[in-house]
């Protein structure tokens, strides 16, 4: 159960991420992405930097 919350709270916190980034590439770039646009540019530049799942696990 712990790793499933583990997940859960990683995936929420990776989609408050790419929202952000669809919001900033609007103001600065001003492109407009939908979702699905925002999450694989964010994925390809932000993912590896990510915290893995067992950053998560230690709380």
Do not use: C, K
Request: hydrophobic share 40%.
């Amino acid at each position: 159960m712990e790793a499933e919350g583990a997940f859960s709270t990683r995936m929420v916190e990776q989609v408050q991420h790419i929202e952000h980034y669809r919001q900033e590439v609007l103001r600065v770039e001003g492109r407009i992405l939908d979702d699905e646009s925002a999450a694989l540019e964010w994925i390809t530049r932000y993912a590896a930097t990510f915290p893995p799942i067992e950053a998560y696990n230690s709380h």
